[in-house]
C-alpha cells in the first residue's frame, strides 16, 4: 500500500499467512483468516467465523481494540466498485438492530471488492 493510498483512506490487503501468525492469539482452534486488509495501521480481518476489526490508538498504537461481529449479525452489505473519476471501491457492512452502516471502508482501485464480496457472501448467507 502506497503512503498516498493509506492517507486517502484505502484500504490494501495483506498477506494472510502472515496475518495468520500475527494474530493466532485472537482465533479458535478452528478460525482461519480468510482475507485479511490493511488501513494505515488499522486492520480488518475476515475469518471464517466472524469480521474482526484491529483498531490501534493512540500516538504509539500500543493501545489496539479488537472489535468482533459474527456473522450471524451481518444483517446486509453493500460494495460500490470503482469507477473512472472515483478511484476507490467501498463496503459497507450493517449489524443487526442497527439502521445504519456499522462499518464504511474504502479500497484502492488495485483491490478486486469481488473478492472481498464473495467472501462475506458466503459466510453471511
Same mark, same amino acid.
Given at each position: 500500500? *502506497?503512503?498516498?493510498? @493509506?492517507?486517502? @483512506?484505502?484500504? =490494501?490487503e495483506?498477506? %494472510?499467512? /502472515?496475518? &495468520?501468525?500475527? $494474530? &493466532? &492469539?485472537?482465533?479458535?482452534?478452528?478460525?482461519?483468516?480468510? /482475507? =485479511?486488509? %490493511? !488501513?494505515?495501521?488499522?486492520? $480488518?480481518?475476515?475469518?471464517?467465523?466472524? !469480521?474482526?476489526?484491529?483498531?490501534?490508538? *493512540?500516538? #504509539? *498504537?500500543? /493501545?489496539?481494540?479488537?472489535? =468482533?461481529? +459474527?456473522?450471524?449479525?451481518?444483517?446486509?452489505?453493500?460494495?460500490? #466498485?470503482? *469507477?473512472? $473519476?472515483?478511484?476507490?471501491?467501498? !463496503?459497507?457492512?450493517?449489524?443487526? @438492530?442497527? +439502521? #445504519? +452502516?456499522?462499518?464504511?471502508? /474504502? $479500497?484502492?482501485k488495485k !483491490?478486486?471488492?469481488?473478492?472481498?464480496q464473495?467472501?462475506?457472501a458466503?459466510?453471511?448467507?
Amino acid at each position: 500500500m *502506497g503512503l498516498l493510498d @493509506g492517507l486517502m @483512506g484505502n484500504a =490494501s490487503e495483506v498477506d %494472510v499467512s /502472515k496475518a &495468520q501468525q500475527e $494474530f &493466532q &492469539q485472537l482465533l479458535s482452534s478452528t478460525e482461519s483468516i480468510e /482475507k =485479511s486488509y %490493511v !488501513l494505515i495501521r488499522d486492520m $480488518f480481518l475476515f475469518t471464517n467465523k466472524r !469480521l474482526i476489526l484491529v483498531d490501534k490508538q *493512540g500516538m #504509539t *498504537g500500543k /493501545k489496539v481494540e479488537y472489535f =468482533s461481529i +459474527p456473522y450471524r449479525a451481518i444483517s446486509r452489505f453493500s460494495i460500490e #466498485t470503482a *469507477g473512472h $473519476f472515483d478511484y476507490d471501491a467501498e !463496503l459497507k457492512i450493517w449489524v443487526s @438492530g442497527n +439502521p #445504519t +452502516p456499522v462499518i464504511q471502508k /474504502k $479500497f484502492n482501485k488495485k !483491490l478486486n471488492i469481488y473478492e472481498l464480496q464473495s467472501v462475506l457472501a458466503e459466510y453471511c448467507a
